[in-house]
């Protein structure tokens, strides 16, 4: 099995910076691409920024150039620095990862964290 665990959420002032970590961990072998989405009230969940292991990244057009995710292979953890945060960023946010469970298997398994709450508001 495999693990998430997020942290860094809270309540911030529009224009103010939170950064979100993501730690994996359990059995595996290595994990491809890490992530983050969120989730707004009422809102389907969508994606934010994603990195590969390769460090290829995307980024939802809404966060370009106000956040920056960032990951470190070796321990298997990502983090979400976000500036210049608006009332509309807040959200539930969600780590997730496609991790790979043996070197042996071409087939990934999707993982997702519980969550962590941001809230942009003055």
């Known amino acids: 099995q495999v693990q998430l665990v997020e942290s860094g959420g809270g309540l911030v002032q529009p224009g103010g910076s939170l950064r979100l970590s993501c730690a994996a961990s359990g059995n595996f072998f290595n994990i491809n691409k890490m992530g983050w989405y969120r989730q707004a009230p009422g809102k389907q969940r969508e994606l934010v920024a994603t990195i590969t292991s390769g460090g290829s990244l995307t980024y939802a057009v809404s966060v370009k150039g106000r956040f920056t995710i960032s990951r470190d292979n070796a321990n298997n953890t990502v983090d979400l620095q976000m500036n210049s945060l608006k009332p509309e960023d807040t959200g539930d946010y969600y780590c997730?990862?496609?991790?790979?469970?043996?070197?042996?298997?071409?087939?990934?398994?999707?993982?997702w964290g519980q969550g962590t709450q941001v809230t942009v508001s003055s």
């Open positions: 997730n990862a496609e991790v790979k469970m043996r070197a042996t298997q071409r087939l990934q398994y999707l993982y």
